[in-house]
């Protein structure tokens, strides 16, 4: 297998940045249009958002449709499906467009609080705030590794007052999605195991990239929110 020249990772980054931007396109869309909206079941909410991809990018999305959880089955392990859920007035809900965009080895999802509890809103705000300043100390130390920057992650969920949910908090560019990290290769995925740098030409000889995953639990109420984005790219 060839090694990548440097017009091939620079096209490889541009087809990265194009499926986030694809997808923020998208979930505004669907919170604009009110595609998750109470009284909506959890795949009929899916199936609409994976409609309006279609609609906006054509055949650059997969025919797959957007993860939506609700309620309880935020804080489920990612691969498990859980039986289809009505969405409530005051639910936590989940929209992840990691299956729509499985032609650019990325993933994305956003977290949406339903109604006026002002914990599930302070979750939602935390959960960006908490992503910002995790890329801050990716781009703060060059040598920082994985469980380094996973350590980051569970000390600032902390700090917040929510627990972290997972065994990992996010994974190389191009890696299936695990629930869990220990039966996986730790160096992939941004666990407490891996003690490798994250800047590093993998085994094909492409630059790492990083999808960052901050999952925050509400332990009290049983539920929570995922934002999930590019880590070293904006």
């Given amino acids: 297998m060839a090694v990548p020249d440097r017009m091939d990772e620079c096209l490889r980054v541009l087809g990265l940045v194009e499926a986030q931007r694809m997808a923020r396109s998208v979930f505004a869309g669907a919170t604009a249009r009110g595609l998750i909206t109470p009284g909506s079941g959890e795949r009929e909410a899916g199936h609409r958002i994976g409609d309006l991809a279609r609609r906006m990018f054509g055949t650059a999305v997969s025919r797959s449709a957007g993860i939506v959880r609700s ?94 949910g997972g065994e990992h908090a996010g994974r190389l560019v191009g890696t299936a999605p ?3 990290a220990r039966h996986a290769d730790p160096a992939s995925f941004l666990c407490p195991d891996n003690d490798e740098p994250l800047r590093r030409t993998t085994e094909g000889g492409w630059r790492a990239h990083w999808i960052l995953e901050i999952r925050l639990v509400d332990e009290d109420l049983g539920r929570g929110g995922w934002f999930v984005d590019l880590l070293d790219l904006a």
């Fill in 71 to 164: 309620g309880p089955h935020t804080i489920l392990p990612r691969g498990q499906e859980p039986p289809d859920r009505v969405i409530r007035e005051d639910d936590m809900v989940v929209t992840g467009l990691g299956p729509l965009l499985t032609g650019y080895a990325s993933d994305f999802a956003r977290t949406l609080a339903l109604g006026d509890d002002p914990g599930g809103h302070r979750l939602v705000e935390d959960l960006a705030t908490v992503f910002a300043a995790v890329r801050t100390a990716f781009h703060a130390d060059s040598a920082i590794t994985g469980g380094q920057l996973y350590a980051e992650v569970q000390a600032l969920a902390g700090k917040a007052g929510w627990a972290l």
């Fill in 178 to 180: 695990t629930a869990d």
